[in-house]
Structures are given as structure tokens and as C-alpha cells.
């Protein structure tokens, strides 16, 4: 067996390690009478996916003691459908230079608030039934700032390219109690940490102001806890099309690659690099393309269904993902062209996400 042969294997293996621990949030109750908590959502231009979430709020097994919609300027009926669910709907000022549509909005959100914990849902995130149960529990037990990611749940074709992401964003982390990392989109805390922090006033300019709000947590020694979202919470990422998908994830690629710490970037671009040369060397071998290395097909043919069997697995913690394993040289390929974009975008200092620019420095 050759060399290459070899190192494509041990960075195969990496990937199981990588993925070796991806916890779920404890399915606990609250230890006695649980504190009352507000449920904050910032919304902007969420009409097709905030009833979904209004729903599954109405089937929650531990009520909140309010659900505040914060409308962050929409330009459809937003604001309308929240009203309808009867929740209260509130919407800040202006955004003020400085500051990034969601932070300022939650930084309203949480003023108008009155729960004792707080907890942060994005609009497009569908929790079962005894998720916000799960949470309180969590919170109550590790304290600080406890996060889930949700199961990323696809519909249309274009979606299964978001496979790599999805799958490197929790390689590239940490997660269980005290991991030291946030999502955004599920995150649950005290008011009194929240506002020891600063909140997202001190995070204001942050296009992932999770990862930003963690480090906060984390120099005011406050425990700082993440989890997957299997089987709890889902969301469906950029139902807007192709176009959302792209520009979605450039957005948060290039701001927060930076974040990650270096050996375990190390180690996700070690395994990366076994996938993109089994994207190229199967093809190469069956068509005769250019290829360094060993040109036997069967070899290649083991190794890629190797990899293919092994994005089939894992994939299956955060996302649905289907065909697209099978193919994964589709989603290499449009994942180097989002982080090509990405660079492009650290480089011109902004991106356009939702009509507004965002820094990426």
C-alpha cells in the first residue's frame, strides 16, 4: 500500500475522531419551580417561516411566561402573523450605524422582557415539544449560556449543498457542557449573566454574534455549554433559493473562520483534504484525467465509497441529507466556491445579506 493510500486513510479516521462527540441537550425537566422565562425572536421579513415556530411554541410541554416577536423592519406581513398568534410584537428604532439587525434587535427585545431567563430563537427554527423544557433544565443546571444547533432539515435539491457546512461547522468546535462556543439560532440564559456581559450591546457589530457573545461568557468565567439539536429543534436554512444559500453561508464563513482555534482547524482541513483529492482522483481514474498518485480505479473506487459511507453516517447527526453523499464532489466543489467568495468578501469588508451590508471584519 503507498503512501498516499495511507494518509488519505489516517485522514479518514479523522473524521470519525472529529465527530467522536456530538451531544444532545439532556432530556431533564427543571429541578422544581422553574423560573419564568421570556422567548425572544427577531424576525425580518419571516412571514413563511414564523407561524411554524409560533406553532410549536403554542405545543410547548413548559410554557414561557411571554413570547416577544421583535420585528426588525420587515417589508411583508411579519409583523401581521405575529399578532395574529398572539404574541407581542414590538420594533426597535432604526438600525443605528454600529450595529447589525439582529443584535439590535435583540438588544431591544431583551430590554421589553421580563423573565427571569432568557431565551433566543430564530424565526426559522421549529423546536419539538419538550424543548424548551430541555433548555430551562440545562440552564439551571450548567448556568451561563447554554446553545443548540439545529437539525437542518431540507427540502429542495439546491439544500443538500449546504452538506459540508453543516458538518464542518460542528467538526471545527468543541461541544457539550463548558465547550466555550454558542448557536445562535437556540440560546438560553440568565438576565443576570446576560447583562454582567454587556448582552448584544456588546456584541452590536457582530455578524456571528454568537461566537462573539461566547467569548463574553467565557472572560467573565461563566460557563459557556453547546449542543446538536437531533430530534429536538430543526430549521430549514435559506428556503429563499439558491441564491440566499450562497450568500448565507459566505456571510458566516468568512467572519467566522477566524474564530476557530488552530489545532482543531488543522485537523478539519486535514480531513477536508482527503475528501476534495478522493473528489478529483475517482474521476481521474475512471476518465484518465491528470492525476498524481495511484491511478487504480478499485483503489480509488474503495477509498471514495469509504468517504461516501462515512459522510452517509455522520451527516445524518445534523442534517437530511440523501443522494448528495454519494455525489460528494458537487457539494466540494460548491463549498470551495463559497469559501472563494468568502475571501473575496474579507477582503472587500462587507457582504449583502437581507438589503443591508455586514462588515466581515
Request: net charge neutral; charged share 15%; with cysteine.
Amino acid at each position: 500500500m503507498d503512501l498516499l493510500v495511507i494518509s488519505l486513510l489516517v485522514r479518514w479516521i479523522l473524521g470519525w475522531l472529529l465527530c467522536d462527540r456530538l451531544p444532545r441537550l439532556p432530556e431533564a425537566g427543571p429541578a422544581g419551580q422553574p423560573p419564568g422565562f421570556s422567548v425572544l425572536i427577531p424576525a425580518r421579513n419571516e412571514e413563511n417561516s414564523l407561524p411554524h415556530l409560533l406553532a410549536a411554541l403554542e405545543r410547548q410541554s413548559l410554557k414561557p411566561l411571554e413570547v416577544i416577536v421583535i420585528d426588525d423592519h420587515s417589508s411583508d406581513g411579519t409583523a401581521a402573523c405575529a399578532r395574529a398568534a398572539g404574541v407581542q410584537v414590538i420594533q426597535p428604532p432604526p438600525l443605528p450605524p454600529g450595529w447589525c439587525g439582529k443584535t439590535w434587535a435583540l438588544h431591544h427585545g431583551s430590554r421589553s422582557s421580563r423573565g427571569e431567563l432568557l431565551v433566543f430563537l430564530d424565526a426559522d427554527t421549529e423546536p419539538g415539544p419538550q424543548f424548551l423544557e430541555r433548555m430551562v433544565a440545562a440552564q439551571q443546571r450548567l448556568g451561563g449560556l447554554v446553545s443548540v444547533q439545529p437539525f437542518h432539515r431540507t427540502e429542495q435539491p439546491y439544500e443538500q449543498l449546504s452538506l459540508l457546512f453543516n458538518l464542518v461547522g460542528l467538526m471545527a468546535v468543541p461541544l457539550g457542557e463548558q465547550a466555550g462556543v454558542a448557536f445562535g439560532p437556540a440560546m438560553i440564559t440568565s438576565r443576570k449573566d446576560y447583562e454582567l456581559v454587556g448582552g448584544h450591546g456588546a456584541v452590536a457589530d457582530k455578524v456571528v454574534e454568537d461566537w462573539f457573545l461566547a467569548h463574553l461568557y467565557d472572560a467573565a468565567s461563566l460557563p459557556v455549554s453547546a449542543y446538536i439539536g437531533q430530534d429536538q429543534i430543526a430549521y430549514r436554512m435559506y428556503p429563499g433559493g439558491l441564491g440566499d444559500l450562497v450568500v448565507g453561508f459566505d456571510k458566516n464563513f468568512a467572519t467566522a473562520a477566524g474564530e476557530v482555534r488552530w489545532p482543531r482547524m488543522l485537523a478539519v482541513l486535514l480531513w477536508l483534504s482527503g475528501l476534495f483529492w478522493m473528489a478529483w482522483a475517482l474521476p481521474a481514474s475512471l476518465l484518465g484525467w491528470p492525476l498524481v498518485g495511484n491511478p487504480d480505479r478499485w483503489i480509488n473506487l474503495v477509498i471514495y465509497a469509504a468517504y461516501a459511507l462515512q459522510l452517509l453516517l455522520l451527516s445524518r447527526q445534523v442534517g437530511r441529507f440523501s443522494w448528495i453523499n454519494l455525489l460528494f464532489p458537487v457539494p466540494v466543489l460548491f463549498f470551495l466556491v463559497v469559501f472563494l467568495l468568502a475571501i473575496v468578501n474579507l477582503e472587500r469588508g462587507s457582504v449583502s445579506w437581507k438589503g443591508r451590508q455586514f462588515p466581515t471584519r
